[in-house]
């Protein structure tokens, strides 16, 4: 990674569904482009609405969000890879460029309110990471 480009983040957790779309969209929001989040996990599964919801709130509309099979995205290179829950690090097949991994354990998020308590947690982490890192 260079001056003049962006850093390549993964995040990782189990169902790609709300933790690491949650990274995800925190991570063009704080960064202003500055990083790169891409979100994948081990066992893929539909994003509730409340997710899309939120991605609207922060980063308006054209931010559209998938879920993403780890296995789908194995051959790229991120600069950093962090995993959002212990399951999903368990999960983690062997990536070539996950030399900068990050464990992080975060509870699933099942409604609104646990979206929003989770919001203000990662914020913060990624927040901290960014600044130590030069990228924010």
């Known amino acids: 990674m260079t001056d003049t480009t962006a850093a390549k983040v993964l995040f990782v957790c189990r169902h790609n569904a ?10 063009t929001k704080i960064s202003h ?5 891409y979100s994948a996990g081990p066992e893929p599964q539909i994003i509730p609405d409340f997710v899309h919801q939120l991605a609207n709130d922060l980063n308006g509309p054209e931010h559209t969000l998938t879920s993403t099979a780890l296995d789908d995205i194995k051959d790229q290179v991120f600069d ?6 212990d399951k999903s ?3 983690l097949p062997e990536l070539a460029s996950d030399t900068q991994h ?13 979206v929003r308590h989770l919001e203000m947690e990662l914020a913060d982490r990624l927040r901290l990471l960014f600044s130590t890192k030069h990228l924010i």
């Open 80 to 85: 950093m890879i962090i995993t959002l829950c």
């Open 102 to 114: 990050i464990r992080w354990d975060f509870h699933h998020a099942d409604s609104w309110e646990e």
């Open 18 to 27: 709300v933790r690491s779309q949650l990274a995800e969209i925190l991570t």
């Open 89 to 91: 690090h368990a999960a």
């Open 33 to 37: 482009g500055r990083v790169n989040a």
